[in-house]
């Protein structure tokens, strides 16, 4: 069936760094979604990305597609300790709306 | 976006016991799914609960182990059945809005002793 591969799984910066999690399909996706998670939360939709090359930000938060639609990736601008938690890809599964799940990368920023 | 609440938030249980855990959303969604996620762990989805038909579930979960409840659009039940330690997780569900996109619960934290 279809995966999502998502790397590192632990990234561990100091606040002020940038941090980058990516995620890659064997086969093109239709679109990529991101959540985020705090530590003894629940996910958090953060956003959909549907179009080839798409590039979409959200504050210090930058989200892409790729251009064959088979990656994508989330980087975060100068981390704030208010950024810690799990960052979740997530893609359709097909027609039945379910959706595939990467690892996770969890996020750990030193004041 | 939708609200969406979950009980008990937590439960400590003893071994062979059942928990029903359960799901109240305040808009009427047409699927909702149930999750298991472990500590540090991705989620893993058990079902999709189906109004008005039995439940969907995935490789590796039963209907004996996890019976699900879909009354209505906006509510849901997960029993976890004849538990055992291995059935100590976060369960959560999630609703599915536009394009595909999910909401979830606070979640369920489980311990079975």
């Known amino acids: 069936g279809q995966q999502v591969m998502q790397i590192p799984q632990y990234q561990h910066v100091q606040e002020g760094e940038d941090f980058t999690t990516y995620c890659n399909s064997s086969?093109?996706?239709?679109?990529i979604q991101w959540y985020k998670q705090r530590p003894g939360g629940h996910p958090v939709f953060l956003i959909q990305?549907?179009?080839s090359g798409e590039v979409k930000k959200q504050k210090r938060l930058t989200f892409q597609f790729g251009e064959a639609k088979k990656n994508s990736s989330l980087h975060i601008t100068a981390t704030q300790t208010t950024d810690v938690g799990t960052y979740f890809c997530a893609v359709n599964a097909g027609n039945n709306r379910k959706l595939i799940w990467g690892l996770g990368t969890s996020l750990a920023v030193n004041p | 976006s939708a609200v969406i609440s979950q009980k008990p938030s937590r439960d400590i249980c003893q071994r062979g016991t059942s928990l029903t855990i359960q799901c109240q959303v305040d808009?009427?969604?047409?699927?909702m799914f149930w999750y298991r996620q472990q500590p540090g762990q991705s989620l893993t989805l058990i079902a999709t609960a189906n109004q008005g038909s039995e439940a969907t579930y995935e490789s590796g979960f039963v209907i004996d182990k996890f019976p699900i409840s879909r009354p209505n659009l906006t509510f849901s039940t997960l029993t976890v059945s004849n538990m055992s330690p291995e059935d100590s997780s976060i369960y959560l569900c999630s609703v599915g809005l536009v394009a595909d996109t999910q909401y979830f619960g606070p979640g369920t934290r489980l311990t079975v002793l």
């Open positions: 808009s009427q969604v047409t699927m």
């Open positions: 086969t093109t996706l239709s679109n």
């Open positions: 990305l549907v179009k």
